[in-house]
């Protein structure tokens, strides 16, 4: 559609009327209302036959004057003997044969001619004046195709002026009219005059002129005109019309004047139209240059099409200025604007609205259907050709399309309150070509490359946030005297190595880089060699390749040391070494050897750091990170190789270390790099060597170290990170794959010692292995007081001959750790103690943690699948899921091997447990001195075949208050081995409300129960067994104790068959008892074999029993065995106690013994 509204010629009013161009397609209003208060219905014209009379009903107000018509009654003159004449009129219409003749005093005498009556002013002949004329009309006035007006000024306008704002020169037109105008005539005034149109909507299809003057158009309900004393008129719209229009598809002239087309709403946002689809002229006259403006205020849309033309193409001066603003402009493919000059300086097309989004057509649609203003890449980058380019947003600016010009034009992007996005290329050829981005209040993001070739061509970048680049992306300015500025400070342009080494002459200077340096394998000294870069360096994104770097100081890269800023840089194939250094402590990286400043968006590719055995610190990027230096979106890819004299080394920085003058930092950062060395009591990390009093966070690292010495610290992401409270780890990752030999050292797969440091929202991935070291884990090797939150580990952890093997962190000491977990194997080789998630952990606490791995370590003293040695520390919501596998001598457990002087809440453990002549071995714990357990439970199967004490839940248990225990695994021992489906051995304490589901079987001699193999001075309440017990010879099996020495047992039973070996002690609840028994019941088969003793309850009784039952079958292998329905040999005190069922059939005492 070329037009969003038309002219339509009504046959049956002999009059035109002003239509959207949807109304005869669609039935229906389109974006405003379907027919415009400017045609001819709303003019009054529709209640009335044609007009063919000159104005009538003439009634002079104010001023002098008299007026006659012609003897053919074809013309009206109006004599006007006062400078300002008011008439009042019934009608004033003019046919396409009459003419209306004002003669004036002068050029600055002006006739308001004011209709009365209830029909709108039908022109369609001549008015002439040698002065101005206005003419207003509440109901429309339209001027049709045989029109000719020819004054020295014209004012015509719906809404009303007041006698006395008009006499005092106030021209402030106001009122309710709804009526517009339309133009298909010639209207023209006399060089410097004006015309003015102005209703609640206006519309031009013919030719409205001008000559050094102005030509405005204007829609609203209260408007006011103001000449300015070179005769130029500025126009201010107060109140808005509904539907308001203004729209121009013929030509409007003002070569040395101004053009202005302008409208309000009085109702929602985008209903208001200024709309051009003809061509407006404003070119430079006489030295003056044209301005046109399409304005539609806060609410309106500007609709550009068309031609706006204020160029200077005959050698008059300067070109014009197009302005196009609104709530929403929208620029047509074809529109064309031009602003050219011969002799003089371009001028400046203005866009200016809400939002702005520069997009290619087949995005069109899309666009639209957000709402948001599109300008079309062809049309602006065809444009840039004739005119300068200034694109404004009040919020944010978008440019997603290619952009290319070849002149030297100017394009200024500017979003006033938002950010600017360049997603699509900008590329300019010509000489001298400019491009300005501002974002005072938001950033610049330049997500696409951005070149400018010309000679001379200049780039500035102005941003209260700064401007970030998209990796790969750049910016060129490869031409000859090429210039930068951002912020208003200027910049030198770099293209080449000499100018790069230029840089020494003003180490406080500010510089880019114009465009990619080759540098073909040449020696380069070190930029501030022995001295310190302070200024800044913006790399706008390209590439510094294939340099051999070396320094004469003690800060050896590509800059020696930095204190500045460096951004946006690429470095690629750099080789650093300091062999050429006779300096002590070096501090080696490919962009600098030492960082105080700020270093943001280097990459570093390919690179290789070496050592020069001067006990020197190696970094992939940067060698030391110091005190307030910060590093921000920075890379570093390739090899960093140790020697025998090699302090610390990382993927990106050797060392980041903070003081008292700042907090040193790394952020956003990444490596992938490999490290390589051998040297004792060398410190390397996969992103950074020693972190000390500094924060690093949102980073990750790939890669692998590989490492040869005693007393390391290998980390995948930081060898060493200790400090104050200042020390970060945040947000962080590694999948760093690390392999260390040598004694005494600490590896992790994140950090390899951390000493004081916090870790949070952390994560690695890569396998750990080692050979003779201290701790190893996979996320961290030692944690000291260190708080861990948010963390896991994924890689497996292999330790030979190490002490400490943690699934998560090796060796945990005054540390707590909240949801963390580990899902690597764990396997170790006569490891001090070795867990799923940590080896040791001493008073630190453990809140939601999970470990899924299996562990195995044959020769481990403690081997756990959560943790293998706990000390002091208690847990809340921990868990295992993995199998555990340890050895000879070994405390093993599902979730904890050794647990001492520790609580745990809400704890678990699901997989199965496996000894090979264990102490303890338990489904949950191994070994537990001391400490409660509550809500705690195990589900795996327990084995050791030689094993010691073996229990579904713990193996080995002293002291402490448990409570809500459950196992459900069956559990299988060997002879002599205490073992119980819930507890081997349980010692002092209280148990209550414990269970135990399995199946539990031992050999020869053992002690074995459903729920306790034995129970020493211990309080048993509320519990139960299910599952069947199996014992060999010479055993003491109960169906929930094996032997109950002391303590006591209440309100318990036993479910399940109990079968014993010959010369056994076997009972249905306890095989033997010496402590107190009460409200007990057991309502298994007992079997034993010859030379038993067997109870229904309990086997031989030497303490007491009360207010219990049995209810199982008793079946002695030899009839002359001693049994019992509820005790078979009863040394002690029984009382109130019963059986029923099967054991009822036997006695209920096998045999009594009196002392």
């Known amino acids: ?64 004057g008299g007026m006659h018509t012609s003897a053919d009654g074809k013309q009206l003159t109006v004599d006007q003997q006062s400078n300002k004449l008011i008439t009042q009129w019934n009608e004033f219409n003019v046919s396409a044969d009459e003419r209306v003749n004002f003669q004036q005093p002068g050029h600055d005498a002006v006739a308001l001619n004011r209709v009365i009556g209830n029909n709108g ?40 002026l007041s006698d006395k704002d008009f006499l005092d020169g106030n021209y402030r037109f106001a009122g309710n009219s709804a009526a517009g105008i339309s133009n298909a005539g010639t209207l023209s005034a006399r060089d410097g005059g004006s015309v003015a149109l102005l209703g609640a909507q206006v519309s031009n299809s013919g030719v409205i002129q001008a000559r050094l003057g102005n030509v405005a158009l204007a829609a609203g309900k209260d408007i006011t005109l103001n000449f300015d004393g070179n005769g130029l008129l500025n126009l201010q719209i107060d109140g808005g019309a509904v539907d308001a229009l203004v729209q121009n598809g013929g030509l409007i002239k003002a070569d040395g004047g101004q053009v202005l087309m302008s409208a309000r709403s009085a109702d929602s946002l985008l209903k208001t139209v200024v709309s051009n689809q003809g061509v407006i002229e404003a070119r430079t006259l006489q030295a003056k240059a044209g301005r046109i403006v399409l304005d539609g205020g806060d609410s309106g849309v500007v609709q550009v099409a068309g031609r706006q033309d204020a160029s200077a193409l005959d050698g008059q001066g300067n070109g014009g200025t197009v302005e196009n603003r609104g709530a929403q402009v929208e620029v047509q493919l074809a529109a064309q604007v031009d602003t050219r000059a011969d002799k003089g300086q371009t001028g400046t097309w203005k866009i200016r609205t809400h939002t702005l989004t520069v997009a290619s057509p087949e995005s069109e649609a899309t666009q639209r259907g957000q709402g948001t203003p599109t300008l079309r890449s062809e049309t602006l980058a065809s444009n840039l050709g004739t005119t300068h380019v200034e694109l404004t947003s009040s919020n944010n600016l978008s440019l997603k399309a290619p952009v290319t010009w070849s002149s030297g034009n100017h394009l200024g992007l500017t979003a006033e309150q938002g950010d600017i996005r360049v997603d699509g290329p900008l590329a300019a050829s010509g000489a001298k070509a400019d491009l300005t981005l501002n974002a005072r209040n938001g950033s610049l993001h330049l997500n696409d490359n951005i070149a400018l070739t010309g000679a001379g061509a200049s780039l500035a970048l ?67 060699d022995q001295r310190s870069f302070g200024g800044v360096f913006d790399g706008l994104g390209n590439s510094i390749d294939n340099l051999s770097v070396y320094g004469t100081g003690s800060a050896i890269g590509l800059f020696g040391a930095n204190s500045g800023d460096i951004r946006n840089l690429n470095l690629e194939r750099i080789s650093v070494s300091g062999a050429r250094s006779d300096r002590l402590n070096l501090q080696v990286g490919s962009l600098a050897g030492r960082n105080t400043g700020r270093i943001d968006n280097v990459k570093a590719s390919q690179v290789t750091v070496t050592g020069a055995s001067r006990f020197e610190t190696l970094g992939g990027l940067v060698g030391t990170n110091l005190e307030q230096g910060s590093i921000t979106n920075a890379a570093a890819s390739g090899n960093v190789t140790g020697d025998s004299s090699t302090y610390a080394m990382g993927g990106l920085v050797g060392e980041n270390l903070g003081s008292g003058r700042g907090v040193a930092s790394i952020s956003n950062s990444q490596s992938d790099v490999t490290l390589r060395g051998r040297s004792s009591h060398v410190i390397a990390g996969g992103l950074v060597g020693v972190n000390r009093n500094a924060r690093i966070s949102n980073s990750r690292s790939a890669g692998s170290i590989e490492m040869n010495g005693d007393a390391m610290m290998l980390g ?15 947000n962080v990752s590694s999948s760093v794959s690390i392999k260390g030999s040598g004694r005494n050292g600490y590896y992790g797969g994140l950090v390899g010692f951390n000493n004081g440091g916090a870790v949070s929202n952390a994560s690695a991935s890569g396998d750990v292995t080692s050979d003779n070291a201290q701790a190893i884990g996979g996320l961290i090797g030692h944690n000291s007081s260190g708080a861990l939150s948010n963390a896991s580990a994924s890689g497996n952890v292999t330790g030979g001959r190490t002490q400490w093997i943690g699934g998560l962190v090796g060796f945990n000491q005054r540390s707590a750790a909240s949801n963390v977990s580990a899902s690597g194997k764990v396997t170790g080789n006569g490891a001090q103690a070795i867990g799923g998630l940590i080896g040791k952990n001493s008073a630190s606490r453990l809140s939601n943690a999970t470990a899924s791995g299996d562990v195995l370590d044959t020769f481990s003293l403690q081997v756990g699948g959560l943790v293998g040695l706990n000390e002091s520390s208690n847990h809340t919501v921990v868990k295992a899921s993995g199998n555990v596998t340890g050895g000879k ?26 000894g090979n002549g264990t102490r303890s071995i338990g489904g949950l714990i191994g070994s537990q001195i001391q400490g409660s357990l509550i809500n705690a439970s195990a589900s795996g199967d327990v084995t050791d075949a030689h094993g010691s004490e073996l229990g579904g839940l713990i193996g080995y248990s002293q002291g402490g208050n448990h409570t809500n225990l459950k196992a459900s695994g069956n559990v299988t021992g060997g002879a002599k081995a205490t073992v119980g489906g819930l507890i081997g051995l349980r010692m002092d304490g209280s148990l209550s409300n414990a269970s135990a589901l399995g199946n539990v079987r031992a050999g020869d001699s053992a002690v074995i129960g459903g729920l306790l193999g034995q129970g020493r001075n211990s309080i048993l309440r509320n519990a139960v067994a299910a599952g069947t017990v199996t014992a060999g010879a010479n055993a003491q099996a109960g169906g929930l104790v094996g032997n109950l020495a002391g303590g006591s047992l209440a309100n318990a039973q036993a479910k399940g068959d109990v079968e014993a070996g010959s010369d056994s002690r076997a009972g249905g609840l306890v095989g033997w008892n010496s402590g107190q028994i009460s409200n007990a019941s057991a309502s298994g088969k007992v079997t034993a074999g010859q030379g038993s003793v067997l109870g229904g309850l309990v086997g031989g009784n030497i303490g007491s029993v009360r207010f219990s039952s049995a209810s199982g079958q008793i079946v002695p292998v030899d009839p002359s065995d001693i049994h019992g329905g509820l005790i078979g040999a009863n040394l002690g005190q029984q009382s109130f106690n019963s059986v029923e069922g099967e054991a009822a059939k036997v006695p209920m005492i096998g045999r009594s013994y009196t002392f």
Request: net charge positive; charged share 10%; aromatic share 6%.
């Open 1 to 64: 559609m070329n037009k969003s509204y038309a002219l339509v010629w009504n046959q049956a009013m002999g009059c035109w009327n002003v239509t959207s161009e949807w109304t005869r397609r669609r039935g229906k209003a389109g974006r405003s209302k379907a027919v415009l208060a400017a045609g001819a219905a709303l003019l009054g014209l529709l209640v009335q036959g044609p007009a063919f009379a000159l104005p009538s009903g003439a009634d002079i107000i104010a001023g002098e």
């Open 121 to 160: 002013s039908d022109i369609q002949g001549r008015i002439d004046a040698n002065g101005q004329v206005f003419l207003i009309n509440p109901n429309g006035v339209v001027f049709g195709k045989s029109a000719q007006v020819d004054v020295g000024g014209l004012v015509v306008s719906t809404q009303n």
């Open 462 to 528: 102005n941003s209260g946030n700064g401007h970030s680049l998209k990796d790969g992306k750049a910016v060129t300015l490869s031409g000859a005297g090429a210039s930068f500025q951002a912020n208003g400070q200027h910049y030198a342009v770099i293209q080449d190595l000499a100018q790069l080494r230029g840089v020494d002459n003003n180490l406080n200077g500010r510089y880019v880089l114009g465009n990619s340096i080759a540098g073909n394998g040449a020696s380069f000294l070190s930029l501030a």
């Open 716 to 730: 995948g992401l930081v060898g060493l990170s200790e400090g104050t409270s200042v020390t970060r780890l945040s």
């Open 889 to 914: 001598g070994a405390n093993v457990g599902g979730l904890i091997g050794t647990s001492s002087g520790s609580s745990l809440t809400e704890a678990s453990a699901t997989g199965k447990v496996t």
